[in-house]
């Protein structure tokens, strides 16, 4: 039972996951009514739609972080 109150970490996702799908009406609401009384996510939020803006006009980097990324 996780109830009305989504947990910050929920929060991101349903943000990240904004970026590709319409949210329901539900997860929107729930997102919002924690953006309300979380300043981390409200920052979190701004971020990744300045992302998203940024994403429109140029391509995404590589999303693959293969083994190449690490030492
Ligand atoms: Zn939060």
């Known amino acids: 039972m996780d ?8 929060v991101h996702r ?3 996951e ?5 949210l329901s009406l539900v997860e929107r609401t729930r997102m919002r009514l ?3 009384v ?3 996510c409200t920052r ?3 971020q990744m739609g300045l992302l998203r ?11 693959d972080p ?4 690490q030492p």
Do not use: N, Q, Y
């Open 18 to 22: 904004g970026m590709d799908r319409e």
């Open 38 to 40: 979380c300043g981390a």
């Open 3 to 10: 109830g009305i109150k989504p947990t910050c970490r929920e």
């Open 53 to 63: 803006r940024a994403m429109r006009s140029a391509p995404p980097p590589p999303a």
């Open 14 to 16: 349903l943000v990240s």
């Open 44 to 46: 979190f939020d701004a």
């Open 34 to 36: 924690h953006l309300v």
């Open 66 to 69: 293969g083994d190449e990324a």
